[in-house]
């Protein structure tokens, strides 16, 4: 009865983001309904104690970066940057490949270690230019981010700094370059069988003389401008902020160190507040980043920006808010489900796989796919069963590289399903709804889970790390 619940709770907040309901709204409904079929006594400590307590942590430590994200990603759109790296990038690979070019950019962003948030407000300026000029539906812009930034560079690629390829590196004393061919291979798997796809879509809609779109929400304004920018110029805030991010990640710890403390100006004696540097220090680094890059949009492009600024800044702050409360109420409900005892049996029942690379596989993203979350998921999964994991590695001769790679591919397979926070904030940023484009998001995402068993194939046909 207790998976029932769990999944049943799954199921409903499913169903409700896909039909276009408030995440905000049904994700504590969902959470608190599992709890109360589970145990009435317990839905009020577990809203306040549980719910409330990490999606108001998740907003603490991540709001600006939504906020900073969004200005980033406007000023950019209004200093009409994005259009002079968009005519740059048709006259490089021609209008016809404007989905390898978006690909291509957010692959750059996130493998330079911006964060997968910052790069869909800060891309899709560009990709709605590109795909406006190329008559190429809208509705496929979502799947080429999401193509471009939540697979094969957030996880695959050996050396990537996102969290989900981080991780690891703590249960199986790896590094983040862990299983270099396999994770190349793989990430070239993805990449090709997801270009492939979005082409053989653009296709079919411009066979049935489907093109851009009209009256559509959440489009980027014109650029009024008479005369666009040195694409080079245009590019500059973006490299800024991909170096930048890297400087200050090495920067940050060595002039704070692990932790800092201070004593606030108050009357009487007050207690000192102290700071564990080493937990937020990756997330100080994208804010400088992109505080970095939005200086730069201004410096370069002030005339532009100056004139637009309040009317153009209003809209991207709301919608940073929304994105931001979807995505933490996302996490409040993956954390009261993680709690449940139906967890706990979904956890047990994916023990029992026998193979020691297919058992890590199917159960990281199962938990990644439940509760909406690859970094969540992992990290349940692995702080549950990682001695388990490593003892069966052992057993059969598996290197812990090995181990490392396939966990990171896996966590971000199944993630992306409709209650997502990424996937939600994508289409809430780009103005689309789950019914009109999160079938191509699906369809990346079954590609991306593919990509774990093929990875778990070549290791065991040639032995390869």
Known sequence: MSLLIVLAALCF???????????????????????????????APM????????M????????????????????????????????????????????????VVCALLTYGGVSLFVVVFAVYPFAAELFRQADIPKRLIPGTIALGAFTFTMDALPGTPQIQNIIPTGFFGTDAWAAP????????????????YLEWRRRIARASGEGYGRDLKNEPAPFAGER?????????????????????????????????????????????VVQEVSKVAAIWAVEAALLTGILAVLLLAWGDVRRHFAESTQPAIGGALLASMNTASEY?????????????????????????????AITVTALAGITGSASGGMSIALAAMG????????????????????ASMASGGM????????????????????????????????????AVFVVIGLFYLTGWV
């Open 13 to 43: 907040l499913m169903l409700v983001a896909y039909r276009g309901y408030s995440v905000i709204l049904f994700a504590p409904v969902a959470a608190m309904g599992a709890v109360l079929l589970t145990d009435p006594h317990l839905v």
């Open 47 to 54: 809203f306040t104690g549980l719910f409330m307590e990490r």
């Open 56 to 103: 108001v942590g998740f907003l603490k430590l991540y709001f600006p970066v939504f906020l900073l994200g969004a200005v980033f990603g406007k000023l950019v759109e209004i200093s009409g940057f994005s259009r002079s790296i968009v005519a740059a990038v048709i006259r490089l690979f021609g209008a016809d490949r404007a989905m390898l070019s978006i690909v």
């Open 181 to 196: 061919v396999l994770g190349t291979l793989g990430g070239l798997f993805i990449l090709g069988v997801g270009l492939a």
């Open 228 to 272: 666009l920018a040195n694409p080079w110029i245009a590019l500059l805030p973006l490299l800024l902020v991909g170096v930048s991010n890297k400087a200050y990640t090495l920067l940050i710890p060595r002039l704070y160190g692990d932790s800092h403390s201070f004593l606030p100006s108050v009357v009487g004696e007050p207690a000192p």
């Open 332 to 360: 409040g409900f993956g954390a009261v489900i993680a709690a449940l005892p139906g967890f706990l049996v979904v956890a047990n029942a994916l023990a029992g796989i026998p193979d020691p690379l297919v058992n890590q």
């Open 387 to 406: 001695d388990t994991f490593i003892a069966n590695a052992g057993a059969a001769g598996i290197p812990m590289d090995v181990l490392h790679r396939v």
């Open 415 to 450: 993630d992306t399903l409709p209650h997502n926070g990424a996937v939600i904030t994508l289409l809430a940023v780009t103005g689309l709804s789950h019914r009109q484009a999160y079938r191509d998001i699906f369809a990346i995402t079954l590609i991306k889970t593919a």
